[in-house]
């Protein structure tokens, strides 16, 4: 947790150092690796336990992967980092309108991601008969308890559609402008999980997720590259509490998730999730009225 809350805060300010005047896309090629990694991890995990492997084996490729990264990136060279004409304490951003918009935006975007992540795979195996495709499974890949696999399924299902998006936001964004990208994603996303609380299918619990995924999936590293054009704050700082915003949506989603599952159902739980959307939507249609401070922003942006 330590080690993720770390590269969340300096990441994405090494970014905007590297491409200072095309951050947008490179910011969500990044985030689209969290994805690639997540998918990659959730799938070839879930086959090994579904192969009986003990706990503990499924963690030495991350061990191992990490160990390599931690060294490249300790013989990599990095630019100076880039020193703006803005305050430099915490106080002069926290005066900022426009932060707490984002800082609400990146609460609701790691929130609701967080919630479908964790909780997934548990509402697919509870809600739904899933007796055929186990059985596909056994008889397939041979796998001795096909259940770790099938809820791995789920996570990629959802997070796959999230690579594809991300691949793409950033040049939608540079083109039509960060906050009318915002607001279009998170009314595609809100429309999506009312549509997951009226289906009665897992194939189409599956659709929705993907869709809500692939509109989700911009909103993070897009919140991130509006605020280091609008707010006027040094990008480690302003990176670090937009991430502890992120994660704290994380820490209650998450938990609001468990207690209407616990209270009317996981299905039920997981449709409430259109409640912080609908929270994000309002907060980034506040955005042009909260004040700004601008650094550099793309045409349509301006317009």
Do not use: K
Not at 190 to 196: K, N
Request: aromatic fraction near 10%.
């Amino acid at each position: 947790g330590v080690a993720s809350a770390i590269f969340d805060a300096l990441g994405s300010p090494l970014v905007v150092d590297l491409y200072p005047r095309r951050t947008a896309p490179v910011m969500n090629l990044i985030h689209g690796c969290f994805q690639i990694g997540l998918v990659l991890t959730s799938v070839g995990g879930g086959f090994y336990l579904a192969r009986h492997g003990p706990w503990p084996g499924a963690f030495v490729p991350a061990m191992l992967l990490a160990a390599v990264l931690a060294g490249l990136f300790a013989v990599a060279r990095f630019p100076t980092a880039v020193q703006l004409d803005a305050p430099h304490g915490v106080a002069s951003l926290l005066r900022q309108g426009p932060f707490w918009l984002c800082a609400v935006g990146m609460a609701v975007a790691g929130g609701v991601e967080a919630g479908v992540v964790n909780w997934v795979s548990s509402f697919l195996q509870r809600e739904f008969d899933l007796t055929v495709a186990s059985g596909c499974l056994t008889e397939h890949l041979a796998v001795a308890e096909p259940a770790p696999l099938l809820g791995a399924g789920g996570v990629a299902l959802f997070s796959g559609p999230m690579v594809i998006g991300r691949w793409f936001y950033g040049s939608i964004a540079e083109r039509f402008g960060y906050r009318r990208t915002l607001l279009t994603s998170c009314g595609v996303s809100a429309f999506a999980i009312l549509a997951l609380g009226c289906t009665s299918t897992a194939t189409a619990s599956v659709v929705w997720l993907a869709i809500m995924g692939l509109a989700l999936s911009g909103i993070w590293p897009t919140v991130l590259s509006y605020a280091s054009a609008t707010i006027s704050a040094r990008p480690p700082t302003l990176f670090a509490l937009l991430s502890m915003a992120g994660l704290l949506g994380v820490a209650v989603c998450s938990w609001g998730i468990g207690r209407a599952a616990d209270a009317f159902g996981l299905h039920a739980g997981l449709t409430l999730l259109v409640l912080p959307i609908l929270i994000g939507l309002a907060a980034f249609a506040a955005l042009p009225r909260a004040g700004r401070h601008p650094i550099h922003l793309s045409g349509a942006e301006r317009s």
